[in-house]
């Protein structure tokens, strides 16, 4: 199995292109799939789509704040999807998901640097740290999990384009990777 990850995108002190990758989401995929093969993906990097199975766009910023990050994973997405690559979406990419395939966000509050419980297929799945939520979902996309405070979509799924989107961040929080584990199981990747 082949995972690509996307970065954030940022500026060094004197202006110059920077991606950051986030050690412990690499350190969670090579703990939940121990013989896969990690890809580091950037607009600089030839891409080969077809040798990725799986390709996770990472959180950082909301959509709409760096119009060069949000090209390049519209394009990931667009070229993934082509390629029968599953994408899985943490924050930031599952509110891109979304928004790719006609959905809408909202902004919200409460939702900064906070556990918060889940209702649906798991019952927690990391520290929330965003203040956009999934408004609408786009048709064939299914709710996994919500909210159980305020209700709103937290864990949503497109099975048959293998597109998995996730607003907690698993990766932040020690002792959620079984119920991470245990979701990604769920999902029918290859």
């Known amino acids: 199995m082949k995972i690509g990850i996307t970065p954030r995108f940022e500026n060094s002190r004197y ?15 090579k ?4 013989d896969c093969e990690l890809e580091l993906l950037s607009p600089q990097n030839d891409i080969k789509f077809g040798e990725l199975t ?20 519209n394009g990931i997405i667009k070229k993934s999807v082509e390629n029968n690559a599953a ?7 599952a509110q891109l998901i979304a928004k790719y395939f006609g959905g809408s966000l909202m902004q919200i509050s409460n939702h900064i640097d906070t ?3 889940l209702s649906g297929i798991v019952p927690y799945l990391g520290k929330c740290f965003h203040t956009n939520a999934i408004s609408h979902l786009p048709p064939n996309f299914e709710v996994l999990g919500k909210d159980s405070i305020d209700g709103t979509c937290e864990i949503f799924l497109d099975e048959n384009r293998k597109l998995l989107g996730i607003m907690n ?13 245990e979701l990604m199981e769920k999902i029918r990747w290859q």
């Open 169 to 181: 961040h698993p990766e932040r929080v020690l002792g959620t990777d079984s119920l991470f584990f």
């Open 87 to 93: 994408i899985l979406g943490i924050c930031r990419g």
């Open 115 to 117: 556990s918060r419980p």
């Open 15 to 29: 202006g110059d292109p920077w991606y950051s990758y986030e050690v412990n989401l690499m350190k969670l995929m």
């Open 54 to 73: 799986l390709v996770i766009l990472s959180g950082g910023a909301t959509p709409g704040e760096n119009s060069q990050r949000d090209d390049f994973e």
């Open 31 to 34: 703990t939940w799939k121990r």
